[in-house]
């Protein structure tokens, strides 16, 4: 009988440890889940931007292909400057059969830095300023022709959600030894 016993009591102390653990375990709070990007306000940007030219004089019609990447800093909302950093390619057509490809044309490889804004009322779309440097390669003449690049772009993004959205800016781009000229892009981008 003292062994009848002594097992009962041992299986009812484990089942009152049981449930005590379980009350305990109910009672902390579970933990927390990890902020998302989207969350702490970064974002990865791939964006295509086909576009096209008006070189000023003569509003002459021209290929203009964009294709980048840009990341978006949450600590640098508050920066007056910018919050995203942006790396990207640019080809741009400046023969005399406008937007088909010619031997003369120009290849930027420009560095960035984006400031995207809200805009008041809306949600679907915000607006960004875009400064870039970078280094113009003509092509087409005896030997490569390497200039300086700066580009500076206001324009507006319509967002489908969250990953998807189409840009729509306007930039005005300067090269030393050619006259400036503006770029009217259209583009689309893809977010994580």
Do not use: C
Not at 73 to 80: C, E, I, R, S, V
Request: hydrophobic fraction near 35%; aromatic fraction near 14%; proline fraction near 5%.
């Amino acid at each position: 009988m003292r062994s009848k016993t002594s097992i009962s009591a041992v299986s009812i102390g484990f089942s009152l440890v049981l449930i005590s653990g379980l009350r305990i375990g109910a009672q902390t709070p579970a933990a927390q889940p990890q902020p998302t990007a989207a969350d702490s306000g970064t974002s990865t940007d791939l964006f295509v931007m086909p576009g096209s030219d008006f070189d000023r004089p003569g509003l002459l019609p021209r290929a203009n292909l964009n294709i980048g990447i840009g990341h978006t800093f949450g600590f640098l909302k508050k920066d007056p400057i910018g919050d995203e950093l942006t790396f990207t390619y640019t080809y741009e057509n400046a023969g005399s059969h406008g937007f088909f490809h010619t031997n003369f044309g120009s290849h930027t490889e420009a560095l960035g830095v984006m400031k995207n804004f809200v805009l008041p009322r809306t949600k679907v779309v915000t607006g960004y300023t875009w400064v870039q440097a970078g280094l113009t390669s003509f092509t087409g003449y005896a030997h490569v022709e390497n200039r300086f690049y700066d580009g500076e772009a206001l324009g507006a993004a319509v967002h489908f959600n969250e990953h998807n959205a189409i840009w729509i800016q306007e930039t005005y781009n300067k090269i030393p030894t050619i006259p400036w000229y503006t770029t009217t892009g259209i583009g689309y981008t893809w977010s994580w």
